[in-house]
């Protein structure tokens, strides 16, 4: 063994790429062109909203400060978690035989645990986001402002709260 990581061939390396395009492309339109706008038309008036106790305010704060963040914990652990653990047991970052993309040393022992180490940090700082963020919403989605007249007339509703 020569001390670096096997890299990917030009012709891996191109399918590498235009798989993960094929993937991130799509999702990457479907959030610019149709969850952003429903997002930003459902915080327009999210005041509005009511669903049982919980005003829409709260959905979007909630949303946002807790959600969002947890998303991201979760994300980050699903995606680099397996490998961590692998790296740990196998004390050696990259893995055996594993392919790289650029010319990489091999890493061993402690040096080896950093990877996994700072996806247990960046889960950690997610997961602590989230927390503080359930106080942050909590205080600014104590009192909503009511739903206007203009607002329930830009929506199609009555003011007796039917469509």
Known sequence: MNGYAPLYSKRERIRL??????????????????????????STYANCYQYGKVNGVEVVMYGVFVGLPL???????????????RIIRAGQDPLPGEKVLRKTRYRYGKMAWLTPMFTVLFTLYFIGLGVWGASQAEQISRDPAPCSEQQKLELGRTSDGNT
């Open 17 to 42: 790429v235009l798989k993960l395009a094929a993937i991130f492309l799509p999702l990457y339109l479907l959030g610019q062109y149709w969850l952003f706008p429903a997002i930003e038309q459902y």
């Open 71 to 85: 998303s991201c914990a979760l994300l980050v652990a699903l995606l680099f978690g397996r490998r961590g653990l």
